[in-house]
């Protein structure tokens, strides 16, 4: 696995205000695992989930759990763990119940003191996602396989368990946000008690403040395990907690997005198509439409100082750039990107997402993927200008859904009628506490940096794959190396991993090995020897 550090459309959010609506409307698709997270102000499709704000009370139900007692050998030491799959109620500020929360939490049976082992919370993104994802297919004792980089088979799906969870070194607790999986509004709760960014970190700290003085784990080492928009809660929920008390040893980022303006494609704003330029090169050179570099690190590193080179200042340039300048500039993203030098001096040299994708393979009849480029499928309109969809999303959403649905009931023997949802029916906000003015793109890189200013103990760990065009690794580095008001001892505490794989790295089995490995480290091992001295006055 290739480890490299940093050199030196439709994906927008929707920030209120009407001036930049059209910019700004679909952002809310851009972080899910494969999941059809639904626009902002688009009408909500039927749904067994709350969407109205004057929907009638619903019956606020018991408190629900199931304790199952397990064993998984996990390198070549048996792991005795206990299996908690239950619901939690979450009360509004006059103590009613508003909403019913569901979680799967995994503890080491032989743990000598409980409250000294370390505790994860993980949850994946969406917004509206459920936890599935990195429950079972990334850190949860049980594994659902896939097809690598294809479409997985119809059932039966095959179930094993995972000897890459982090059973072994920590206890974890999935966990399903209101809308997801089997957590709803209840009583006099509805879908904006909880559907926006920091209604939902409000939630969430609510329900990792019961869980930890139900279960006596004040005292265990704390950390926040979140993929896509859950980089994102983990900014804002953990700076929350350590306001409200609770101080967390770490944060893991797991493509990660703290700035959507990072990720645009709006007219007159050209940082994206700078940020996503590596990210096309690595696509490109997998699928051998152009010559395989001897070594994808050096070159992945040529790419970003072209990027920020002469790709930028020619963007910059807009309506001035020269004609021969142009022509030498398309000549060269060509050769990284794989599209023609005819293509891109049409598209100014701008090229969106879904027209990258729609683009690359369209001479073999192909749509490339988002969340995972490595992934591929037919595109049935070779004229059409947009990717129709995400193979990768068609490719496995079908057997993850089985397996949490059969996991949960079955195994776990969590009894319910209720309809698991992957996903999606949510109508999310994207208006900030205490935000003024015009409307502005979603920034929680403030959280982040005061979060760690708050802790200087605090390590946040970020990963990354170079195949991943829903959070291009580029954006990342660009967004960690913009963070204001960070010490240069405090930066120290913030490490980037790569990994050969896309959005979702543990779908690719080598990557999966390689993470379990990055995070496993990352939670043994103490704070930088730099935060310790920064905290020591």
Sequence with gaps: MVAHPPSSDPFLIFGGGIMRFRAIVLMVSILVGPLYAQRPNAAAPPTDRDTSAKASPTPIPNE??????????????????RATAATLLLKNDKEESIGVLYYTAYTRSDAKDPSQRPLAFVYNGGPGSASAWLHMGAFGPRRIVTTDAAP???PPYQMVDNANSLIDVTDMVFIDPIGTGFSKPVGKGTGKDFWGVDEDAKALAQFISQYVSRNGRWASPKYLIGESYGTT?????????????????????????????????????????VLYLPSYAATAAYHKVIAAPANMGAFLTEVRRYAMGDYAAALAAGATLPADRKAAVAKQVAAYTGLSEDYLLKADLRVPLRQYMAELQRSRGLVTGRLDSRFSGPLPDLLTENAPGDPQSAAITGAFTAAANAYLRGELKFETQDRYVMGGGVQWSWAREGQRGWATTTYVGSELTQALVTNPHLRIEIENGYYDLATPFFATEYTVSHLAGLSPDLRDNITLKYYDAGHMMYLYEPALAELKQNVARFIMNPAPATARAAGSN
């Excluded at 759990?65 to 763990?81: A, C, K, M």
């Excluded at 907690?241 to 944060?251: A, E, H, P, T, V």
């Design 233 to 273: 809660r983990s900014a804002v929920l953990g700076d929350r907690l350590q306001r409200d008390g609770m101080s967390l040893n770490g944060i893991v980022l797991i493509s990660s997005v703290l700035d959507f303006e990072t990720l645009l494609f709006a007219p007159g704003h050209d940082l994206s198509y």
């Design 64 to 81: 629900m759990s199931s304790v199952t007692e397990h064993t998984i050998r996990i390198g070549g030491q048996l792991v005795p763990y």
């Design 152 to 154: 997985t088979p119809p």
